[in-house]
């Protein structure tokens, strides 16, 4: 009965070359592999809403989709961020610099309170991918 929590990887990490301007907004209807997969929420441990805004971006060949673009976030609210990508890379949510390792077919969850208000863009480190931009306020 060992319980493994995979938070190691969420080391914050200041990192300062990541301000570059990614090509994203790519408007191409291609996404036919979406696998229906919604895993069930977890017991709840002491947590006040059941699981505030859960958020969940595929990546497969360099191209997010799911919950792309910018995604309005009351402030305050708890963010719960699922990207399941086909190669190995970073996420990083800008602004409250989170990091998570990417694994291929392995989703990696980034949970954090919005607490700070702003437009803040998250990416992939490898790709350059720009995953969405979450608009908290
Ligand atoms: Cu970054």
Same mark, same amino acid.
């Given at each position: 009965?060992?319980?493994?929590? /995979?938070?190691? !990887? =969420? &080391? %914050?990490?200041?990192?300062? $070359?990541? +301000?570059?301007?990614?090509?994203?907004?790519?408007?191409? *209807?291609?996404?036919?592999?979406?696998?229906?997969?919604?895993?069930?929420?977890?017991?709840?441990?002491?947590?006040?809403?059941? /699981?505030?805004? !859960? =958020? &969940? %971006?595929?990546?497969?060949? $360099?191209? +997010?989709?799911?919950?792309?673009?910018?995604?309005?976030? *009351?402030?305050?609210?708890?963010?719960?961020?699922?990207?399941?990508?086909?190669?190995?890379?970073?996420?990083?949510?800008?602004?409250?610099?989170?990091?998570? &390792?990417?694994?291929?077919?392995?989703?990696?969850?980034?949970?954090?309170?919005?607490?700070?208000?702003?437009?803040?863009?998250?990416?992939?480190?490898?790709?350059?991918?720009?995953?969405?931009?979450?608009?908290?306020?």
């Amino acid at each position: 009965m060992t319980r493994r929590l /995979a938070l190691a !990887a =969420l &080391a %914050v990490v200041a990192l300062s $070359g990541c +301000a570059g301007t990614a090509p994203s907004d790519a408007g191409a *209807p291609s996404a036919t592999a979406a696998p229906s997969s919604a895993p069930p929420p977890a017991p709840s441990s002491a947590a006040p809403t059941p /699981a505030g805004r !859960a =958020l &969940a %971006v595929q990546v497969a060949g $360099g191209r +997010a989709t799911g919950d792309t673009g910018r995604v309005p976030v *009351p402030l305050g609210e708890q963010v719960t961020l699922t990207v399941t990508g086909d190669a190995a890379d970073e996420v990083h949510v800008h602004g409250y610099d989170l990091e998570a &390792a990417l694994a291929p077919g392995t989703p990696a969850t980034v949970r954090f309170t919005a607490d700070i208000p702003g437009v803040f863009e998250v990416e992939l480190h490898g790709t350059g991918t720009v995953l969405l931009s979450l608009q908290v306020g």
